[in-house]
């Protein structure tokens, strides 16, 4: 099984099956603790998805883009699922996780930095001067734009995939029906177990036919 980590950050798992991608050399740098860490981690790849997804053709098993999309264009967005139904094997599973807008609107009567935490899962970085987890997590670190489950649902349809469902949450757990065949479920799993951020994340999967 190969699977793509795309826009990693700090999650990278180093299962010898997980590839993580991003361009952390940027902010990284050499001679930090934290970049000699990441020299050492053998299926890191320092890459910019703006240049394309750095697989072949029919590569890999699954991927994951975590809280990456939403940093994008529409039209970014949609190019980069696009390249990333070419370098999945059929069958493969493309799972994306970003800010879902419906969340926010749920608790916007309640959404203060005294109950970030409780609600969201974290707390509101005072530098970035929001006083709201909507304007955090939606609106600064050069977020732009927000998703719900049919816009995610049109952008992976226009990008190709099929079988595109929406992975549910349950107080920061997630609950899915494992529908898909054993391979692609056995993918989906492997997946959802580097998630983060799950309290106000939209998660959904599809499949490349």
């Not at 999650?11 to 050499?30: G, M, S, Y």
């Not at 370098?87 to 309640?110: C, I, N, Q, T």
């Not at 029906?177 to 106000?200: M, Q």
């Amino acid at each position: 099984m190969k699977l793509a980590n795309l826009g990693c950050g700090g999650t990278r798992p180093q299962d010898e099956f997980f590839w993580n991608v991003d361009t952390l050399h940027d902010i990284l740098h050499p001679g930090t603790p934290e970049r000699a860490q990441l020299d050492s981690e053998p299926r890191y790849i320092d890459h910019n998805l703006a240049n394309g997804v750095p697989f072949p053709d029919n590569d890999l098993d699954g991927i994951l883009c975590a809280h990456c999309l939403e940093h994008m264009t529409l039209h970014d967005c949609v190019k980069v699922l696009r390249d990333c139904h070419r370098a999945l094997k059929p069958g493969g599973v493309m799972m994306v996780s970003v800010p879902d807008a419906v969340v926010f609107r749920k608790h916007h009567h309640e959404d203060t930095m005294e109950n970030a935490e409780r609600i969201f899962g974290e707390p509101i970085w005072p530098g970035d001067g929001e006083v709201t987890f909507m304007g955090y997590a939606g609106f600064t670190h050069n977020h732009l734009q927000l998703f719900t489950e049919d816009s995610m649902w049109c952008c992976m349809t226009r990008a190709g995939f099929t079988q595109i469902e929406r992975l549910h949450t349950n107080g920061g757990i997630l609950n899915y029906d494992a529908s898909f065949l054993w391979e692609s479920t056995k993918t989906k799993i492997s997946l959802t177990s580097i998630l983060n951020r799950l309290p106000f994340s939209l998660v959904m999967v599809g499949v490349k036919e």
